[in-house]
């Protein structure tokens, strides 16, 4: 009868806890390993800023022209009207389209101090859909943009000499050791 008694109040006691760990805010469910593993691949996904979440080579492109104008500090009306002009003709935009992807790639790139350090988060999502001819015509519209008030400064160098390895080593020949 003791033992039974013993079972009956480690039972309450069990009970008791698990209630006063709901009422704390504590979720059983939340020890589940599936559902955790869910949400840390939604929070890799997600939780990351969108600029390393790119997987379009115009947005790719897009970001990396406006990170080469603005090596120099702010963007001058010039360098500006001059990415619109690249936004629309070799992007094949619209105006309306130009403008948006030039405000969206500014919004992106806001807060980065130094692109050259994220270089390889920024271009990995999208490094597969870039062909050879993709890669030739971001690396020229590069140095177009950064020789356009004055000769390439440091920064802007930087810059395109890291994508120019980047792809590189992507499209690179492939070894055997």
Not at 17 to 37: E, I, K, M, N, T
Not at 162 to 174: D, H, L, Q, R, V
Request: aromatic share 10%.
């Amino acid at each position: 009868m003791h033992v039974v008694i013993g079972i009956i109040t480690a039972l309450a006691g069990l009970i008791w806890a698990l209630v006063s760990l709901q009422r704390s805010g504590f979720s059983l469910s939340s020890l589940d390993p599936f559902a955790w593993y869910r949400r840390m691949q939604w929070s890799k996904k997600y939780g990351a800023k969108p600029l390393y979440n790119l997987k379009l080579p115009l947005e790719v492109a897009a970001v990396l022209l406006l990170g080469v104008a603005k090596c120099e500090g702010e963007i001058s009306t010039e360098q500006k009207k001059q990415l619109l002009a690249i936004f629309e003709k070799n992007f094949q935009q619209s105006p309306d389209e130009a403008s948006d992807l030039l405000l969206a790639s500014a919004h992106m790139i806001r807060n980065e101090i130094y692109l050259v350090d994220s270089l390889a988060k920024i271009l990995e999502p999208s490094a597969g859909a870039f062909t050879s001819a993709h890669v030739q015509s971001l690396l020229s519209l590069m140095r177009g943009l950064s020789n356009l008030e004055s000769p390439a400064n440091q920064e802007q160098e930087k810059l395109i000499v890291a994508t120019e390895n980047y792809f590189k080593s992507k499209f690179g020949p492939k070894r055997d050791w």
